[in-house]
């Protein structure tokens, strides 16, 4: 290959990069809405005095966490298990549980 060739090969890798990262910007922009409104939700439910309901959406909130967490992972083309980031994924969830349980 050509330096010219090599590159052109490395600008487009690099653009690349960076097409999946504003891609996982504008999705975790999108999610976050929903998991911190099913969290939200579930707090203003309980309160009625839906508990069970209350903890449904929570539970609901883990899981769209854990999807978006996925997708995020995808888009970005990193290897799926990351613990810690596992965790910075179910935080909103985990805060919410502890308000729903005090």
């Known amino acids: 290959?050509?330096?010219?060739?090599?590159?052109?090969?490395?600008?487009?890798?690099?653009l690349h990069k960076?097409?999946?990262r504003v891609a996982a910007i504008a999705f975790f922009a999108v999610a976050i809405h929903g998991i911190i409104g099913l969290a939200?939700?579930?707090?203003?439910?309980?309160?009625?005095?839906r508990h069970s309901d209350a903890l449904v959406l929570v539970f609901m909130s883990g899981v769209f966490a854990?999807?978006?967490y996925g997708v995020?992972?995808?888009?970005?083309?990193?290897?799926?298990?990351?613990p810690v980031w596992i965790v910075v994924a179910l935080t909103p969830t985990a805060v919410a549980l502890v308000l729903l349980l005090r």
């Open 72 to 82: 995020e992972r995808t888009i970005l083309r990193r290897r799926l298990w990351s």
């Open 66 to 68: 854990l999807v978006t």
């Open 40 to 49: 939200v939700v579930a707090q203003i439910i309980d309160r009625q005095g």
């Open 1 to 14: 290959m050509t330096p010219v060739v090599r590159d052109r090969a490395a600008e487009l890798e690099a």
């Open 18 to 20: 960076v097409q999946r």
